[in-house]
């Protein structure tokens, strides 16, 4: 009976392939389904349209090569000795690299993820920073600081300062140590510091004046994921799709945040009243910045701003995933029991625009049972890495398995490392997990697990799927978890599951939540090829048009 049901697996997919035989093809669908519960769908992939292949283009690495880009020569030759895979840099970094070289201007990027932005930015700080003057001994004054969100991503671009500096790296990381102490003495021989919102809050919140005055000596301002960090919109859009994600804003983090831009604006005011010169450069880098994000900045700064990467105008319609369309989406729909998932594909359908909007990172759907869902989420996860399901990988490294804001990750790693174990995968936390270690270990493939707050910017060398065991209908939200896989033409797949039975939303009541989904994908240009025979985007509402 299995071998039957795996040749009708060969047959189906095809005749998937071959369009004029559409008729038979779902004919079979039907019988397939009721045999062993399930269903095949067409791939989505990014959708090509001739009107924007030409943006295409511009982010694929065909322009002059790091070597002869103007950094630092140290920073030129380990380039070529450590990231063997990264030799030409593309149109954004190029650009980016200038800017940063020439500092007149601070500037906004916006250019889609994995398109090299944090690289060629730290290569070019990296650079700055290495052919600076000797900093006097025993100063906090750092003169580069690089504010992204999470410590995993601290410990990211930590490790590629490493490998791009080589000794006496100019960068320190600040992620807080146990019991709230900060190694003060590599801090001060640094002239990088790179930090999380969260560390660099607390770090400047415990008040010794002399941290404080760490500020003074900035010249540059890395905000990454910057649509994470600075509130975009203001009322009455403040529950669009940029901003910071779910849940901050109410946080004492957040707070802090704030205290850190008082503390930071106020002296830059200072400054900018004394001296013209010492206004750093920002610079804003997000796969999501939005006009109103330079807008919000633009309130702070006195600074001349310019805009490096895509226009949101014409092309808002692709401003996605359009730059990759090695990256398969698939959305599942689990019904049954936690431990014998039925799972079926979400089919996608040309959606007109909803009239509710979702912050970016909310997700409508209430889960009553957590505990339930995630463990038919979990197991649904299996059965695809078992090979058990038609979404067998035909390639597999590792894995980023996404869990609800809700859930408590110290409980679902206890509770299912042993699972994982079973079935050859290392299941380990982002926020506390090693990244150095994994790169120079790749004995087992690995599921990093970790929150929608861990995962915007990071590159996870050898990341090839992503499981999310959650629910989003924000396209920005969606860009930022789909483009955890892909960079640079690798392949990835991003698997979403949805359990309509413990959902609890008016909003999939009323409008069906396989036209959710499908809008989500639409607004990034996700869809199958046949829904883009015309070179224009499916037809919206005027509001829509004016931001995503
Ligand atoms: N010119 C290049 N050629 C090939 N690979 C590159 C190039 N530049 C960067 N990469 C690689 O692409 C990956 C993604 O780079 P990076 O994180 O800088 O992208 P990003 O645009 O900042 O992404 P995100 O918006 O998700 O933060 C990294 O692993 C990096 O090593």
């Not at 791939?43 to 030409?54: F, M, Y």
């Not at 790179?194 to 607390?202: G, H, K, Y």
């Not at 401003?319 to 019904?335: D, F, K, P, Q």
């Not at 990034?524 to 090829?529: E, G, M, R, S, Y």
């Amino acid at each position: 009976m299995i071998l039957l049901q795996k040749c009708r697996f060969c047959l189906l997919e095809s005749l998937v392939l071959s369009n004029y035989r559409r008729i038979q093809v779902e004919h079979y669908k039907t019988v397939v389904s009721q045999t062993i519960k399930l269903e095949t769908g067409e791939p989505l992939r990014v959708a090509a349209s001739p009107e924007t292949e030409k943006w295409v283009r511009r982010f694929h690495p065909v322009g002059t090569p790091f070597q002869k880009l103007p950094l630092d020569h140290r920073i030129q030759a380990n380039v070529k000795a450590h990231f063997p895979k990264v030799s030409r840099s593309n149109d954004i970094q190029e650009k980016i690299v200038s800017a940063i070289t020439l500092g007149k201007t601070s500037f906004v990027v916006r250019s889609w993820n994995g398109s090299g932005k944090s690289f060629a930015t730290l290569a070019a700080m990296l650079s700055i920073a290495l052919s600076d003057q000797p900093k006097p001994a025993a100063s906090y004054s750092a003169t580069i600081l690089y504010v992204v969100p999470s410590d995993s991503l601290v410990e990211q671009l930590y490790r590629w300062s490493q490998l791009l500096a080589g000794l006496n790296c100019p960068v320190y990381p600040l992620i807080r140590l146990p019991y709230g102490q900060w190694k003060h003495g590599k801090l001060q021989q640094a002239r990088v510091v790179i930090a999380s919102v969260d560390s660099l809050a607390e770090w400047l919140s415990s008040a010794k004046i002399e941290y404080i005055s760490f500020l003074q000596g900035l010249k540059r301002v890395v905000l990454d994921e910057s649509d994470q960090i600075i509130e975009g919109f203001a009322a009455p859009y403040q529950n669009r799709r940029a901003g910071p994600v779910m849940g901050i804003e109410n946080s004492p983090k957040f707070r802090k945040l704030f205290f850190f831009w008082d503390k930071f604006y106020t002296r830059t005011e200072q400054r900018i009243r004394s001296d013209l010169n010492a206004i750093p450069q920002f610079v804003l880098l997000s796969a999501t910045n939005t006009s109103s994000i330079a807008n919000a900045f633009g309130l702070f700064s006195k600074h001349l701003l310019g805009c490096i990467g895509l226009d949101q105008g014409k092309h808002w319609w692709d401003w996605g995933l359009r730059m990759w369309n090695n990256i398969e989406h698939i959305s599942l729909r689990l019904s049954g029991e936690d431990t014998k998932p039925k799972i079926r594909d979400v089919q996608f359908q040309v959606a007109k625009s909803l009239n509710s909007y979702e912050k970016a990172g909310s997700a409508p759907v209430t889960i009553h049972e957590l505990d339930t869902v995630l463990k038919l989420y979990t197991n649904a996860l299996l059965l695809i890495v078992r090979k058990e399901h038609k979404q067998v990988p035909t390639f597999m490294g590792d894995l980023l398995v996404l869990l609800p804001e809700q859930a408590n990750i110290v409980e679902y790693v206890e509770q299912n490392a042993a699972l994982y174990e079973q079935n050859s995968l290392l299941l380990r936390r982002l926020d506390t997990f090693n990244l150095k270690k994994k790169e120079e270990r790749r004995a087992h493939q690995i599921a990093y697990v970790g929150k929608l707050t861990d995962i915007f910017g990071l590159s996870l060398f050898g990341l090839t799927h992503v499981f999310q065991l959650w629910n989003t209908f924000s396209a920005v939200v969606y860009q930022h978890v789909a483009g955890r896989v892909g960079s640079f033409g690798k392949k990835g797949k991003v698997i979403s599951f949805f359990a309509p039975a413990y959902t609890n939303s008016a909003d999939i009541e009323a409008h069906g939540y396989a036209r959710m989904i499908s809008l989500v994908y639409q607004k990034l240009a996700v869809i199958p090829k046949r829904y883009m025979k015309y070179s224009k985007p499916p037809k919206l509402d005027v509001q829509d048009k004016r931001e995503i």
